[in-house]
């Protein structure tokens, strides 16, 4: 098979269909950004550095970390690189002395730990693969290697843009565009009054598909409230529905990729989870707790029910009209980004060493974080009729969670939403009837 060629069917939808499922309103600029910059030349080669930026807001790459891979158009092979390593150095049987790091055509790059040796390290490197969402923390939200290519013959030697290039982020949903040329990158040097290109500069952009990663959510969200004592579940069968066969079991096996997919980099593909209703391996809870005169309280909790897996540097986005009033979060960080849309998004993360990980379910209970927001008043949109206090949509680490139906939300008691007089009003009423009678019947 000619695999310059070959474009899987479904890695297509991001093209075919991008406002379907690759297109996020609440972050329309969202992309991984693959830049291959050479920066010199060598005997039979060339050296580069390779950049993998994260412009998504609040989609961040967990552990194990990122996989980069690609294929060379023409025979190249990769001599040495900094910063990162391919996991396969393939056949180099050609080679007596001088030995390649990687003679496969189609090598596959992850990122060094940050206990590697200073010798293998470069600029932006070994953080184990993990990128921070740009809303969180810019400068930890790229990574960068260094590649020095080779066996591209005599001169000239310009070589190609490699083809195909594939992102693992840590798992699948990625399809990446072709590596196109563009103006070079220009950097700076003598305190910023020189500018300096790179001789080329290559790039792609990468953009994260849903349906691709999964064949369900992987996320639910409940609520409740001050007003009414009914909870509103997640919806049954939210990420998959429970097993039948034992429903006392306590223990459940979910599909985590789409069914026949191999993954091979991020285990195999399947979640050990708490049985629940839901099924789903993250829950959010939001709770309207108080209403004041000028302020409102809201309690948010995200339940773990991983049994195997940890969540680090986890985030949650809330979109809701009454979040664009100052507000006070306690226990998360917090931040609102710009969206074109009038209700409000919310950023909320966990704070360094206190709540930044969000641990797994064990025997002894579920993981969980939560944390209590003290919200103001907007006069002249805030009510708790219809539901106006829950959610119009919550994403946890850039995912959709499933929302219950507006019908089925913490309603209002009967005649609650209804105008009453003030006790001051209604004893005055009082006195005035019973002044009439007095008066009548004197």
């Not at 083809?163 to 563009?182: D, M």
């Not at 290559?202 to 959510?217: G, R, V």
Request: charged residues 20%; contains cysteine; negative net charge.
């Amino acid at each position: 098979m000619n695999t310059s060629h070959y474009i899987d069917h479904k890695s297509m939808c991001c093209f075919l269909i991008p406002f379907l499922d690759c297109y996020d309103p609440l972050d329309p600029n969202g992309n991984f950004t693959v830049t291959f910059d050479t920066y010199d030349w060598a005997d039979d080669g060339y050296l580069a550095k390779v950049t993998i930026q994260n412009f998504y807001q609040y989609r961040h790459v967990d552990k194990p970390g990122w996989q980069l891979g690609w294929v060379w158009q023409q025979n190249e092979v990769i001599w040495s690189i900094t910063g990162a390593f391919a996991n396969d150095q393939g056949n180099c049987s050609a080679y007596q002395t001088d030995i390649p790091h990687s003679c496969k055509k189609n090598p596959e790059i992850v990122d060094l730990t940050p206990d590697a040796l200073l010798d293998n390290k470069s600029e932006d490197c070994c953080r184990g693969g993990v990128l921070d969402a740009l809303a969180i923390n810019p400068s930890k939200s790229l990574s960068s290697f260094g590649i020095k290519v080779g066996n591209l013959g005599g001169y000239p030697f310009n070589g190609s843009p490699p083809l195909n290039l594939t992102l693992k982020a840590p798992g699948l949903g990625y399809t990446c565009g072709p590596l196109l040329n563009v103006d070079p990158t220009v950097s700076t040097d003598f305190g910023g009054r020189r500018q300096r290109p790179v001789f080329r500069t290559w790039k792609a952009t990468c953009t994260y598909s849903s349906f691709l990663a999964s064949d369900s959510p992987v996320c639910c969200v409940s609520l409740s409230s001050f007003y009414n004592s009914e909870i509103t579940s997640c919806p049954k069968c939210s990420c998959g529905c429970r097993p039948v066969t034992d429903k006392k079991m306590d223990t459940c096996i979910r599909q985590a990729y789409p069914l026949g997919t191999s993954v091979e980099y991020d285990g195999d593909g399947l979640d050990t989870v708490k049985c629940t209703d839901h099924m789903c391996p993250i829950r959010v809870h939001w709770h309207v707790k108080t209403n004041y005169l000028t302020h409102w309280r809201v309690k948010l909790t995200i339940t773990n029910y991983n049994y195997m897996k940890n969540f680090s540097n986890w985030n949650v986005l809330v979109q809701h009209p009454g979040l664009s009033k100052e507000a006070r979060t306690y226990s998360f960080n917090s931040t609102i980004l710009p969206t074109r849309f009038r209700d409000a998004a919310a950023l909320y993360w966990g704070i360094p060493y206190v709540n930044e990980e969000l641990i797994a379910t064990t025997e002894d209970g579920v993981g969980s974080v939560s944390t209590e927001m003290l919200l103001e008043k907007d006069s002249n949109s805030f009510t708790l009729k219809n539901g106006w206090g829950f959610p119009r949509r919550l994403y946890f680490n850039g995912e959709i969670c499933e929302m219950p139906l507006p019908d089925t939300y913490p309603m209002l008691p009967n005649g609650s939403s209804k105008p009453k007089p003030s006790h001051f009003l209604f004893l005055l009423l009082i006195f005035f009837i019973s002044q009439t009678l007095i008066f009548t019947w004197g």
